[in-house]
């Protein structure tokens, strides 16, 4: 079963605008990591935020995380035709099966030049 | 850069015939995962190996599917018999965790195609 669910499950954009996409969980984490796939290609870890973490950021990334609400968001600012993929939340859980990390859906990001 | 190695990229093979992927972890690396990717079911996890343990397979139809590590530079994923609905693109990844309470992050191979005819 998915642990993590994206929210939306597709999103269309302009170049320079903002892309939101998030992702829901279900059980104790130790992290979230958000990866990107390209068509045809591997997973590429982007960045992660710990339990203990409100919010990240790396260059146009910011991930923001709510523990309470077992929910992350990952906004990708002045978007650009190159940013055009697939985006995955992965949970780490906490526990006995630490270190497994457990994918979402996805979203998949489409930015217009 | 260290990467993760698949073998094959791509495989066409009919129904009922053996299918065997191989994946070379990133040395170092002490968790092993496979991951199955469908346009239906999104990214499924099969197996998670820790140490070269297997620590969870409960994704895995286990009356077709296997998966081993016979050493740390190998781990493999066995399909026998397969069938039509096998068909996805399978991703060995490979990671560092350490304790508890460390991060795992993952590095994937480029997958293998895999189409059961």
């Known amino acids: 079963s998915q642990q993590g669910e994206e929210d939306p499950q597709a999103l269309s954009i302009q170049e320079g605008e903002n892309a939101t996409m998030n992702c829901s969980y279900k059980t104790s984490i130790n992290n979230l990591q958000w990866y990107r796939q390209n068509s045809g290609r591997g997973l590429v870890h982007l960045i992660l935020i710990r339990s203990n973490e409100r919010e990240k950021h790396s260059g146009r990334l910011r991930v923001t995380l709510d523990t309470s609400k077992k929910s992350s968001s990952l906004l990708i600012t002045a978007s650009r035709a190159a940013d055009t993929a697939s985006y995955f939340c992965a949970t780490e859980e906490y526990g006995t099966s630490y270190g497994k990390l457990t994918f979402g859906q996805g979203t998949i990001l489409t930015v217009h030049p | 850069d260290a990467r993760v190695t698949q073998t094959p990229r791509h495989k066409v093979t009919e129904m009922g015939q053996e299918v065997t992927m191989r994946c070379q972890p990133i040395?170092?690396?002490?968790?092993v995962f496979w991951y199955r990717q469908t346009m239906m079911q999104g990214l499924e996890l099969l197996a998670y190996?820790?140490?070269?343990?297997?620590?969870?397979d409960s994704g895995m139809p286990k009356d077709r599917f296997s998966a081993e590590m016979p050493d740390a530079t190998l781990a493999t994923l066995k399909i026998q018999p397969s069938e039509p609905r096998d068909s996805a693109v399978y991703f060995c990844?490979?990671?560092?965790?350490?304790?508890?309470?460390?991060?795992?992050?993952?590095?994937f191979g480029a997958g293998s195609r895999l189409t059961v005819l």
């Open positions: 990844a490979s990671g560092l965790s350490v304790g508890n309470s460390g991060a795992n992050v993952l590095t």
């Open positions: 190996f820790r140490n070269r343990a297997p620590l969870d």
């Open positions: 040395l170092g690396h002490n968790t």
